[in-house]
């Protein structure tokens, strides 16, 4: 991974989104059928979050 440098900055991510994105995860997750499906309907919203972070370090 890649260290942030001077020539590097930072946005913040809204803790709002990253919650709700949680949120609607764990719920949807724990009605899921399986635990296959729960594991995927988490593993996504992951990524979803993980998105947000990358989109939030914009590089000068």
Known sequence: MP???A???TKPV???LIDQITRDALR???M???YMEALDI???ALIA???LVKAGVKHV
């Open 7 to 9: 020539h590097t900055q």
């Open 42 to 44: 988490t593993g996504a």
């Open 28 to 30: 949807r997750a724990s």
């Open 49 to 51: 979050v993980a998105y």
């Open 32 to 34: 899921a059928p399986t």
């Open 3 to 5: 260290s942030l440098t």
């Open 14 to 16: 809204p803790g709002i």
